[in-house]
C-alpha cells in the first residue's frame, strides 16, 4: 500500500526541461521530508535535493543548485522536480525518498524509496 510513483522522465536535450513527479500513497507525505535522488550508470547514487515538511525549507545539491527546484502539493499528495538547463551529466534514474522525520537536515536518514524513472540529457 506505501509506494511512491515516480513519472516525468524522458529523453531532452541538453539546455532542456522536465518535470518529474512523485506520487505518494499510503501515508501523507505531508508529515515527511521528501528528497530526489538520482543513479547514473557505473556511479554511486547521488543526493539531489530534499524538501522538509516542517516549514517547506529547501536545500540542493551543489551540481544542480539553481537549475532544479523541488516543491510539494500536499492536497495531491505529491512532490515535484522541475530541471531545467538540462546536461548530459544529468542523466540518471532519479528516484524519491521519504526521511524519516519532518526535516531535511541530520538523523534519521531515508526510510522508504520509490522504484524511480529514467532522464536521458542528449543531443
Known amino acids: 500500500q506505501l509506494q511512491f510513483v515516480e513519472s516525468g522522465g524522458g529523453l531532452v536535450q541538453p539546455g532542456g526541461s522536465l518535470r518529474l513527479s512523485c506520487a505518494a500513497s499510503?501515508?501523507?507525505?505531508?508529515?515527511?521530508?521528501i528528497g530526489w535522488f538520482r543513479q547514473a550508470p557505473g556511479k554511486e547514487r547521488e543526493w539531489v535535493s530534499c524538501?522538509?515538511?516542517?516549514?517547506?525549507?529547501?536545500i540542493y545539491a551543489d551540481s544542480v543548485k539553481g537549475r532544479f527546484t523541488i516543491s510539494r502539493d500536499n492536497a495531491k499528495n505529491t512532490v515535484y522536480l522541475q530541471m531545467n538547463s538540462l546536461k548530459s551529466e544529468d542523466t540518471a534514474v532519479y528516484s524519491c525518498a521519504r526521511k524519516g522525520s519532518r526535516t531535511c537536515l541530520g538523523a534519521p536518514g531515508y526510510d522508504y524509496w520509490g522504484q524511480g524513472t529514467q532522464v536521458t540529457v542528449s543531443s
Open positions: 524538501i522538509s515538511s516542517s516549514n517547506g525549507i529547501t
Open positions: 499510503g501515508f501523507s507525505l505531508g508529515g515527511y521530508g
